[in-house]
């Protein structure tokens, strides 16, 4: 499998993650589901399992998914090979484990150092490979602090590298001053395109980890218009923030999207997500994604992807006319 880096830290990572949001089960943020409904652990460690065994080695994880739980079922997934993996999580959302509710939001340093200590023992791993900032609209004028307390858990041995999950490329530049800083997460896909994210990154040098490769499922080609998602699901009553499916439906514009390049994606014979995952290995040799994986099938059809290889750019071209926009 092919690998990349993450930025300016040297940790090498698969090219294509595992996002294990899903596997965390059920929990509630703003009064409103925020997991993707019950999940079987002994599912998710197969996936995690099968995922390792074709190659994936990178592992991206919140302490809120789940209330803790993704954390723990990582844990108990990767026991024994450790070392073969970078696990990244993520912090600064508050929560009660007992009811699985987020319960405020926190970036203070004694409360960062709380929280990697209370991940570090749901992995049960001594290191976070990739600690990375959860509040995507967190203030810029709080960032030297963090970075700061960031840097001296660095130096401790707790942290190996740091990292922001925000949309916003300003953003991803302050923290880019932190010389630990490795990677912005952000929202990138072939809807979805995200080109000042990208430049920001190649200017800091900073790794581009993908989330929302498959728009929360949309790319992967099995849901329609009479699609309707469970309630206990995020896309099922869906946030604010949720674009890609509304009430539970997917958006018809995206549908629409997806149906124009439906033939491109799946070209070489490749499935819709395999041929969205190529078109992010094509855009940038920054990219990682990190597409949700619950299922041993899931695994297989995402580590799938790079076996068929990026899009060409011809191919990247002819989405952008297709859809619309200028080529990034």
């Known amino acids: 499998m092919s690998v990349r880096t993450l930025g300016r830290s040297g940790i090498s990572v698969s090219a294509i993650g595992f996002g294990a949001w ?3 089960g059920p929990f509630v943020s703003g009064g409103k589901p925020a997991g993707w409904g019950e999940v079987d652990d002994d599912v998710s460690v197969a996936a995690v399992h099968r995922a390792l065994d074709l ?62 200590r209370a991940s570090l023992d749901r992995l049960g791993t001594d290191r ?16 030297d602090d963090l970075i700061a307390t960031l840097e001296e858990l660095v130096d401790e041995g707790l942290i190996r590298s740091y990292g922001w999950s925000t949309d916003d490329p300003a953003r991803a530049a302050a923290f880019a001053k932190g010389p630990h800083c490795a990677a912005v997460q ?17 200017t800091h ?22 699609s309707r998602l469970p309630m206990d699901d995020v896309r099922g ?73 990026p899009l060409d750019q011809a191919q990247l071209r002819q989405i952008d006319e297709l859809l619309g926009r200028a080529a990034g």
């Open 55 to 116: 190659g994936v080695t990178f592992f991206d994880t919140a302490d809120v998914y789940g209330a803790g739980h993704s954390e723990r079922v990582l844990a108990r997934a990767l026991a024994g090979r450790r070392d073969e993996v970078v696990i990244a999580t993520k912090f600064g959302n508050v929560f009660d484990p007992a009811t699985r509710t987020v319960t405020d939001r926190d970036f203070s340093a004694a409360y960062v150092r709380q929280a990697c």
């Open 186 to 202: 952000h929202q990138l896909n072939v809807l979805n395109d995200t080109p000042a994210m990208l430049a920001a990154c190649d």
């Open 128 to 143: 976070i490979d990739l600690y990375q900032l959860h509040l995507g609209d967190a203030p810029l004028e709080q960032v």
């Open 22 to 24: 899903a596997i965390g």
């Open 237 to 309: 009553d869906s946030p604010a923030w949720m674009t890609y499916f509304k009430d539970g439906r997917p958006a018809p514009e995206f549908l629409a999207a997806m149906d124009a390049i439906r033939d491109i994606l799946t070209s070489g014979g490749r499935t819709p997500a395999q041929g969205a995952l190529a078109w992010l290995l094509a855009r940038s040799g920054r990219t990682v994604p990190i597409p949700g994986i619950r299922t041993v099938e899931q695994a297989e059809q995402n580590a799938g992807a790079l076996q068929h290889g």
């Open 205 to 226: 040098d900073l790794a581009s980890v993908n989330r929302g490769p498959l728009a929360m499922g949309l790319l992967s080609g099995k849901y329609g218009s009479a």
